[in-house]
């Protein structure tokens, strides 16, 4: 009997900005998504807000970041830093 690992799914990933490093470990990020209105077809902005692990509390409010789905990592937070594309001015 072999022991094969399964292969891990595909994890998702969503870029947006740093609004909150109160938290130790831990920031704020805002997603935003160009969503179509049904009815008038008028193009709307809806934002998301991601809680996010940040192991060495490297990000900045401003920064862009790329975040990755993760396993959960306490009430709130399942998403994880896994790059930063710019830095804020």
């Known amino acids: 009997m072999t022991t094969e690992q399964k292969p891990r799914g595909v994890r998702k990933t969503q870029v947006g900005r740093v609004t909150k490093t109160a938290m130790q470990k831990t920031v704020t990020v805002a997603v935003d998504r160009l969503v179509q209105d049904p009815l008038y077809k008028k193009t709307v902005r809806k934002t998301s807000k991601f809680l996010a692990h940040d192991e ?10 790329v975040i990755v789905e993760t396993r959960p990592l306490s009430a709130r937070k399942r998403w994880r830093i896994s790059e930063i594309l710019s830095r804020a001015t």
């Open 56 to 65: 060495e509390n490297r990000c900045k409010v401003g920064d862009r970041v």
